[in-house]
């Protein structure tokens, strides 16, 4: 049986590397052209927040809390990668 060779690892991996940074960079660059900034998203989960006080629905509130908390952590760093 006749033994296979391969080429080595070596050999693809510049463009391997190549392809993979420069796929990184296109969706990096089309994250910071998509920059949003979230307050109507956060004005409305205050405004269900609120209602969802008054319901007693206690998992409610946490959960959207947790999302505006998501979506204040999301606009600092578009902020922050822009500049």
């Known amino acids: 049986m006749a033994k296979r060779s391969f080429p080595s690892p070596s ?3 510049p463009r391997l ?3 993979a940074l420069y796929k990184l960079m296109a969706q990096k ?3 910071i052209n998509n920059v949003q900034d979230y307050s109507s998203k956060i004005f ?3 405004k269900i ?4 006080k008054r319901a007693g629905n ?3 509130v946490k959960r959207d809390e947790v999302q505006i908390d998501a979506y204040l952590i999301a606009k600092h760093i578009n902020y922050n990668e822009t500049w």
């Open 44 to 46: 409305s989960l205050k």
């Open 49 to 52: 927040i609120a209602i969802n």
């Open 58 to 60: 206690s998992y409610a």
């Open 29 to 31: 660059q089309s994250y």
């Open 11 to 13: 050999y693809h991996f």
């Open 17 to 19: 590397y190549e392809k």
